[in-house]
């Protein structure tokens, strides 16, 4: 399929869409990585069918052009690709503990649409679901190592890089228009500044608000 730059303003949303997505994560990921797959839109109406809640996100950015493929499809096809879309994603499972994995490997969660407080959801999870599982005399038994197999770190040792972690993550939430004007003053705060990211403009801002240097 042939993606296209498209202008915003020529796109349609989906009338019927029964989707709620999180304009505001996606608006982060769009800030911290870009567009990085495209928007499916109807050829003959111009009407998203993948992407309606993406393209909101790249309003709030101020972006005027998104990355685009057509596809050419009837008013049902049209329909039946906006359900299955999001049902799949619905369907869709977890492996947490190798979620938790991926996550406590990063030096940020910026842009992964997760905070701290869902790695520590799945810690309880995982732990909670192994509790309802394992007999007691499993939870205290310590298996043998195997030269021949590959160690796969335990909930235990997870949790403990996780805790022993020196970097940490604010999530600030705001009504849609505030949030709109937040990202606007920050990009523009960060230009002026010459910063790379708004946890260098806080921090900044703070420095200079209480007339004292970070730690």
């Given at each position: 399929m042939e993606t296209k730059s498209v202008k915003i303003d020529t796109l349609t949303h989906y009338e019927n869409n029964a989707r709620r997505g999180n304009v505001e994560v996606l608006a982060d990921s769009l800030r911290v990585h870009g567009q990085y797959r495209p928007i499916v839109?109807?050829?003959s109406t111009n009407s998203i069918l993948a992407g309606n809640h993406l393209v909101e996100a790249a309003k709030t950015l101020g972006w005027e052009n998104v990355d685009v493929?057509?596809?050419?499809?009837?008013?049902?096809a049209a329909r039946k690709i906006v359900l299955v879309d999001n049902r799949s994603a619905e369907l869709g499972e977890f492996d947490k503990e190798a979620l938790i994995e991926l996550?406590?490997?990063?030096?940020?969660?910026?842009?992964?649409?997760?905070?701290?407080?869902?790695l520590d959801d799945l810690f309880v999870d995982i732990e909670e679901a192994e509790n309802e599982t394992m007999s007691e005399e499993d939870r205290f038994t310590v298996p043998l190592a195997d030269d021949n197999v590959t160690e796969?770190?335990?909930?235990?040792?997870?949790a403990e890089e996780y805790a022993g972690r020196t970097v940490r993550n604010i999530q600030l939430e705001y009504e849609n228009k505030t949030?709109?004007?937040v990202v606007e003053k920050l990009a523009a705060a960060r230009g002026s500044l010459g910063l790379e990211n708004n946890s260098q403009l806080i921090v900044r801002l703070l420095e200079k608000e209480l007339n004292e240097s970070a730690p």
């Open positions: 839109v109807q050829k493929v057509f596809v050419d499809v009837d008013d049902e996550l406590s490997e990063l030096g940020s969660l910026d842009g992964t649409g997760y905070v701290l407080e869902d796969r770190k335990s909930i235990a040792q997870l949030f709109v004007w």
